[in-house]
């Protein structure tokens, strides 16, 4: 039986109303927790205004939406089809032949588009308000200026050596990292120039380098070839497509960067040496949040189609919430494992979503064909 354009659109805007007024909600009172925070931390310095408080918190709003909206889909679903089995509507739906897995279809439809929606146009707009709040937050609240303002911060660097050939490597290791007036500079420098056949060029050895647009410029360096005396120190310049703001998001949060611009920030770590574990972590947990979002309109209706004259609703709809946030709870252990390489990304973003599928679909057999 195929279901009528009427009934589809009705039990759509009822769960969609039920979800969005959930989510909100939900987000509402995380940032009102996360404005009483900014507010303790600025009680000590008195030169914040509370307009700058009030800005950070607005700038996270669409972040904790994203965080938050899994868990509106999985809360706002269990009311809507709670209501829909109090008010014997569903009952009448299936009464009149029409199956769970057909009634489903609409708020299935509606959370993946809600997920995809999330995914594809408020992560960019989170990453560039989180990243303006980040910026804010680092000004005026902390009082370090983020990981390359301090002294003693060894950095590794392996990027293409367009010197030598095009698959030839130059390996960068300095000793300390400073940033001086919106310019990175390091010191205590060792370059080694390896080329396609890893067989070692030479060496350059440098006290103090800077990163200029489009290259590294070391002062005072000497090179070293491979049976060869050390030559006079002088000015060696090496071609990069690092810029100092690409080297600060590569330590920034993940959160800051679009899910468009992932993919080739990704890349640029990868062929610079630093680690991107966590940026791969973090888009793959953007591609899996709509199937994410429908996983959890199936669990919420697993858990409260229950027909009200069998009584044990209440525990159902208690077992559907506990089962939500058990599913957060390993969602955020296997993020951890993945954060620290114990998990590949795309397992750690994906397991939890398919093991939140299965129980879903499982429940919904049960229910449906006992």
């Avoid at 889909?73 to 509507?89: A, D, H, Q």
């Avoid at 620290?340 to 093991?355: E, N």
Wanted: charged share 15%; with cysteine; net charge neutral.
């Amino acid at each position: 039986m195929v279901v009528s354009v009427t009934l589809s659109i009705y039990i759509a805007r009822q769960f969609m109303l039920s979800v969005l007024s959930m989510t909100a909600t939900l987000t509402g009172i995380v940032c009102l927790f996360d404005f009483i925070d900014l507010l303790r931390r600025v009680a000590t310095k008195p030169d914040v205004p509370t307009s700058l408080v009030t800005e950070i918190a607005g700038l996270h709003i669409p972040y904790f939406f994203m965080e938050i909206m899994p868990f509106g889909v999985l809360l706002g679903g269990i009311v809507c089809f709670w209501r829909l089995t109090r008010s014997s509507e569903l009952i009448v739906a299936r009464a009149a032949g029409i199956s769970a897995w057909q009634f489903l279809a609409a708020p299935l439809t509606c959370a993946l588009l809600l997920g995809g929606l999330t995914t594809a146009v408020i992560s960019p707009l989170s990453s560039i308000m989180y990243a303006r709040a980040e910026a804010l937050d680092s000004q005026y609240l902390r009082t370090g200026g983020g990981p390359l303002s301090l002294s003693g911060s060894s950095l590794w660097l392996r990027q293409l050596d367009s010197g030598l050939d095009a698959h030839g490597v130059a390996i960068l290791h300095a000793r300390d990292t400073r940033l001086m007036k919106k310019q990175l500079e390091i010191r205590d420098i060792s370059i080694f120039r390896i080329d396609r056949n890893d067989h070692l060029i030479e060496r350059i050895e440098a006290p103090i380098g800077l990163l200029a647009p489009g290259q590294w410029v070391f002062q005072q360096a000497r090179t070293l070839r491979p049976d060869e005396t050390a030559g006079e120190p002088h000015i060696v310049t090496l071609p990069t497509d690092l810029t100092l703001s690409r080297v600060q998001e590569s330590f920034a949060s993940p959160d800051t960067l679009s899910v468009w611009a992932l993919p080739s920030f990704i890349a640029l770590l990868e062929r610079s040496g630093f680690s991107s574990i966590r940026h791969r972590l973090h888009f793959e947990s953007l591609l899996a949040l709509p199937i994410l979002a429908g996983t959890m309109a199936l669990v919420s209706a697993g858990f409260s189609m229950r027909p009200t004259r069998r009584g044990g609703v209440a525990q159902m709809i208690g077992s559907g919430v506990a089962a939500g946030f058990l599913l957060f709870t390993v969602s955020k252990v296997a993020e951890q494992f993945g954060n620290s390489g114990a998990l590949p990304p795309l397992l750690a973003a994906w397991a939890p979503t398919g093991a939140g599928l299965c129980l879903a679909v499982s429940l919904l057999l049960h229910l449906e064909d006992g």
